[in-house]
């Protein structure tokens, strides 16, 4: 069993910057990509950033130039610093991680619970 838990959201003003945090626990092995994904409300939920075990990074257009995603690889932690932040950034974020490596009996695909983000005008 693989668990994500996510912390750091909250309220803040336009312009002000948030950090979201992203626990891995369980039985893990061999954590690949992790991610932050999000859904405002009526929407679709969407790819904001994810980054490989070898951090590699990518980016939703949206973000590019005011969210950063980090990881901790020893601590099993994925981070999204926030900056800049827009009212139409307010949403549900959510950690995902996918690993498990070659063998498909060990592989997953896990989901934190998602934390609540919202940016007033």
């Known amino acids: 069993q693989v668990q994500l838990v996510e912390s750091g959201g909250g309220l803040v003003q336009a312009g002000g910057s948030l950090g979201l945090s992203c626990a891995a626990s369980g039985n893990i092995f061999r954590i690949n990509t992790m991610g932050w994904y999000r859904q405002a409300p009526g929407k679709q939920r969407e790819m904001v950033a994810t980054?490989?075990?070898?951090?590699?990074?990518n980016y939703a257009d949206s973000v590019k130039g005011r969210f950063t995603i980090s990881r901790d690889n020893a601590k099993n932690i994925l981070y999204l610093q926030m900056n800049s932040l827009k009212p139409e950034d307010t949403a549900v974020y959510y950690c995902n991680a996918v690993g498990g490596g070659p063998i498909a009996a060990y592989r997953y695909n896990v989901w934190g619970q998602g934390t609540q983000v919202t940016v007033s005008s």
């Open positions: 980054i490989t075990s070898t951090s590699s990074t």
